[in-house]
């Protein structure tokens, strides 16, 4: 629901909304939905989103590893990542 309800205050220029709706989706975010996560917040400029994929994924990263999924983040969140001392 809160996917949908960001994706639609970006749209429609709802910024209230779209904060609304981004502090839902850092709330829920888990790493079955990070990767998805990640695209969007790179795709809609959503900071707080992007914060926190990548304290997430740095906290995750030996689960990631073994999942293979380390190399489906954006590059710019695996950057973070390392940047911030992962």
């Given at each position: 629901m809160a996917l949908e309800?960001?994706?639609t205050a970006e749209?429609?220029?709802v910024p209230k909304l779209k904060e609304e709706a981004e502090k839902s989706l850092v709330k829920n975010?888990?790493?079955e939905?990070?990767?998805e996560h990640a695209k969007l917040a790179i795709e809609f400029k959503a900071k707080d989103?992007?914060?926190?994929?990548?304290?997430l994924a740095?906290?995750?990263?030996?689960?990631l590893n073994e999942r293979e999924q380390?190399?489906?983040l954006p590059s710019s969140v695996i950057y973070k990542m390392f940047k911030s001392g992962k």
């Open positions: 309800l960001f994706k749209k429609y220029l975010l888990t790493l939905n990070l990767i989103l992007e914060n926190a994929v990548v304290r740095a906290k995750e990263i030996d689960t380390i190399n489906l």
